[in-house]
């Protein structure tokens, strides 16, 4: 079974930066596409970014494309996410979320393991 655990979350004011991480565990880990979801009050959950196995190709909703970055570290067994340029719209929970043997996918559905998920406050 693939364990994830999410951080970083906070308040911070429009303009500025936060750094998501989310340690894993799980021999499969390395298996794993990985990806960043976020849900907002009385929304559906919505795709956010997306990291290859191996971690040579990401993936980004428009909405984050050149704000956000996710990266992973296979050594250490945590993905994470950067963000920059947070805007009120991005206040949200950010949910990690893991789908083993497979490819990224942007549907939520689709992942197998999911974190318990952080809170991301922006205020203007």
């Known amino acids: 079974q693939v364990q994830l655990v999410e951080s970083g979350g906070g308040l911070v004011q429009a303009g500025g930066s936060l750094r998501l991480s989310c340690a894993t565990s799980?021999?499969?880990?390395?298996?794993?596409?990985m990806g960043w979801f976020r849900q907002a009050p009385g929304k559906e959950r919505e795709f956010v970014a997306a990291?290859?196995?191996?971690?040579?190709?990401?993936y980004y909703a428009d909405s984050v494309k050149g704000r956000f970055t996710i990266s992973r570290d296979n050594a250490k067994n945590t993905v994470y996410l950067q963000m920059n340029s947070l805007k009120p719209e991005d206040t949200a929970v950010y949910y990690c979320?893991?789908?083993?043997?497979?490819?990224?996918?942007?549907?939520?559905?689709?992942?197998?393991?999911w974190g318990q998920g952080t809170q991301v406050t922006v205020s203007s």
């Open positions: 979320a893991a789908r083993t043997w497979r490819s990224y996918s942007t549907r939520a559905s689709e992942y197998d393991y």
């Open positions: 799980g021999r499969t880990f390395s298996s794993a596409a």
């Open positions: 990291i290859s196995r191996s971690g040579g190709s990401t």
